[in-house]
């Protein structure tokens, strides 16, 4: 397939982290600056899209994370890959119902996507919503950064373990343009800090965020330095299981991972094992994870929807409900998902997590 050489320009064999990094970001032929990935219409349904009442109660524990922190005149939100900007519209909704803190607030969005840019641009049309591809004009100060399926978008290394060796998966382009999985040893620094973490030191088949572990070291500093915290919500595990969980998706069906590149969304399940680990090995504090249903009703999501639907029909009141099953059910989405907080601040009273 010699569509497939476009990913291999300069290099005929990458590493996966590298390879997907290119498959999806890459400025011209990468899916996330080629193509609207979602909605019905899409290839994937975010929890934002599904019920406004998640980004409800998102918008409630961040101004009730901006009390915790005493009510600071200003306070800097961050949200980071804010997607087709669903989430964010219905945040600066219910904002505007807290005049206090909406007007302490400085909300940016981290987003390195120009087509998703355009995206949520066109839906939001908020002046003083400001974009951002790097944390150097964030303003100092009190900060929350938050992610809604943000760290699973990130691409990740794979290792296995053979005969004592640590070797790495990668990707190579074939004369006949086909692409075929190959390992070779690992480099001494990636063995090292592998080794370092106890929830990856003794597994056979091991999948490494290296990419998303920088990504977290600049929000970790910004953090520190700050009074700050970082809540990241997305679909993982806290045992890892040796598995391959790299998965591909287009049109909402699963899709082999070598075929459409650069036409389907590529993902993987997200160690929150090792997240709170490294967290921890860099100084800031970590409430207990805690799955989606866990956090979305102990902030009061069904309270909230029992309130809406008694305005409404029969027929609203039966999808509202059923949409908020696809968030809550332990076989859907509920017990999937995962909510990690870290936090550089006295108080560990957080809403969710109690």
Same mark, same amino acid.
């Given at each position: 397939?010699?569509?497939?050489?476009?990913?291999?320009?300069?290099?005929?064999?990458?590493?996966?982290?590298?390879?997907?990094?290119?498959?999806?970001?890459?400025?011209?032929?990468?899916?996330?600056?080629?193509?609207?990935?979602?909605?019905?219409?899409?290839?994937?349904?975010?929890?934002?899209?599904?019920?406004?009442? #998640?980004?409800?109660?998102?918008?409630?524990?961040?101004?009730?994370?901006?009390?915790?922190?005493?009510?600071?005149?200003?306070?800097?939100?961050?949200?980071?890959?804010?997607?087709?900007?669903?989430?964010?519209?219905?945040?600066?909704?219910?904002?505007?119902?807290?005049?206090?803190?909406?007007?302490?607030?400085?909300?940016? *969005?981290?987003?390195?996507?120009?087509?998703?840019?355009?995206?949520?641009?066109? !839906?939001?049309?908020?002046?003083?919503?400001?974009?951002?591809?790097?944390?150097?004009?964030?303003? $100092?100060?009190?900060?929350?950064?938050?992610?809604?399926?943000?760290?699973?978008?990130?691409?990740?290394?794979? #290792?296995?373990?053979?005969?004592?060796?640590?070797?790495?998966?990668?990707?190579?382009?074939? $004369?006949?343009?086909?692409?075929?999985?190959?390992?070779?040893?690992?480099?001494?620094?990636?063995?090292? #800090?592998?080794?370092?973490?106890?929830?990856?030191?003794?597994?056979?088949?091991?999948? #490494?965020?290296?990419?998303? *572990?920088?990504?977290?070291?600049?929000?970790?500093?910004?953090?520190?330095?700050?009074?700050?915290?970082?809540?990241?919500?997305?679909?993982?595990?806290?045992?890892?299981?040796? $598995?391959?969980?790299?998965?591909?998706?287009? !049109?909402?069906?699963?899709?082999?991972?070598?075929?459409?590149?650069? $036409?389907?969304?590529?993902?993987?399940?997200?160690?929150?094992?090792?997240?709170?680990?490294?967290?921890?090995?860099?100084?800031?504090?970590?409430?207990?994870?805690?799955?989606?249903?866990?956090?979305?009703?102990?902030?009061?999501?069904?309270?909230?929807?029992?309130?809406?639907?008694?305005?409404?029909?029969?027929?609203?009141?039966?999808?509202?409900?059923?949409?908020?099953?696809? *968030?809550?059910?332990?076989?859907?989405?509920?017990?999937?998902?995962?909510?990690?907080?870290?936090?550089?601040?006295?108080?560990?009273?957080?809403?969710?997590?109690?």
């Amino acid at each position: 397939m010699k569509s497939n050489l476009k990913f291999f320009k300069n290099n005929k064999s990458l590493a996966v982290d590298d390879f997907f990094q290119i498959v999806l970001y890459d400025k011209k032929d990468g899916y996330y600056n080629s193509k609207f990935p979602f909605g019905k219409n899409g290839d994937f349904i975010t929890a934002p899209n599904i019920s406004n009442l #998640f980004s409800e109660m998102i918008a409630v524990w961040i101004v009730s994370t901006w009390e915790i922190f005493n009510k600071p005149k200003n306070i800097n939100i961050v949200e980071l890959g804010p997607g087709d900007g669903s989430l964010t519209k219905v945040l600066l909704q219910i904002f505007k119902k807290f005049p206090k803190f909406d007007s302490c607030k400085s909300l940016y *969005l981290y987003e390195k996507s120009a087509l998703m840019k355009k995206i949520q641009k066109k !839906k939001l049309k908020n002046k003083k919503t400001k974009w951002i591809s790097n944390f150097r004009n964030i303003k $100092k100060g009190p900060i929350i950064f938050f992610g809604n399926e943000f760290f699973d978008a990130i691409p990740i290394k794979q #290792f296995k373990r053979e005969d004592k060796l640590l070797l790495e998966k990668y990707f190579t382009l074939k $004369k006949d343009y086909n692409i075929k999985e190959d390992f070779r040893k690992a480099s001494r620094e990636d063995e090292k #800090f592998i080794n370092s973490f106890s929830s990856t030191r003794n597994l056979k088949f091991i999948e #490494f965020p290296k990419f998303g *572990l920088k990504e977290l070291k600049k929000i970790i500093k910004i953090i520190s330095l700050n009074q700050g915290c970082l809540l990241l919500i997305d679909y993982g595990y806290l045992e890892p299981k040796n $598995k391959n969980t790299l998965q591909s998706v287009i !049109k909402h069906k699963k899709n082999n991972l070598l075929n459409n590149l650069g $036409k389907a969304d590529v993902t993987s399940h997200v160690n929150f094992t090792l997240l709170k680990e490294f967290f921890l090995k860099n100084k800031l504090k970590v409430k207990k994870i805690v799955t989606q249903k866990e956090f979305l009703e102990k902030m009061g999501i069904l309270d909230r929807a029992e309130i809406i639907s008694k305005k409404m029909k029969f027929s609203d009141k039966t999808n509202l409900y059923l949409r908020l099953r696809r *968030l809550l059910s332990s076989k859907l989405m509920g017990n999937l998902f995962k909510v990690i907080l870290a936090y550089n601040f006295k108080n560990d009273d957080y809403f969710g997590f109690n």
